[in-house]
């Protein structure tokens, strides 16, 4: 197992940057943990599955997410906890990490 630790950045990039170094092309996301800036997150509308909604938060939250990397390409869905005691889920497009920081936890599938 490897833990990804980003103190700094946008978080899918960094990720996917470290993987590369690691040379983990397909794996588990089995945990991610952190604190966010601002990040994006998609949801599919009731009416068509196929179709995302992309919406962009620029508001601080907390996160826990678990995923897969496909091909060196993380996919993450995350619980954003963010002020008033309110959650947004998703797929994860984007995250900026600053004044927290964010733990992945990853394990690599065999080629």
Request: hydrophobic fraction near 45%.
């Amino acid at each position: 197992m490897h833990l990804i630790e980003i103190k700094n950045g946008e978080l899918i990039e960094t990720l996917q940057a470290r993987l590369a170094e690691l040379d983990i092309a397909n794996g588990a996301i089995v945990s991610l943990i952190g604190g966010v800036d601002s990040f994006r997150l998609s949801t599919m509308p009731a009416a068509d599955a196929t179709k995302d909604i992309v919406t962009d938060y620029d508001v601080p939250a907390e996160m826990t997410g678990t995923g897969e990397i496909v091909n060196g390409a993380p996919h993450i869905h995350v619980v954003m906890a963010i002020e008033g005691d309110k959650g947004v889920s998703g797929h994860l497009h984007a995250a900026t990490v600053g004044t927290w920081f964010a733990n992945v936890y990853v394990v690599p599938l065999d080629a």
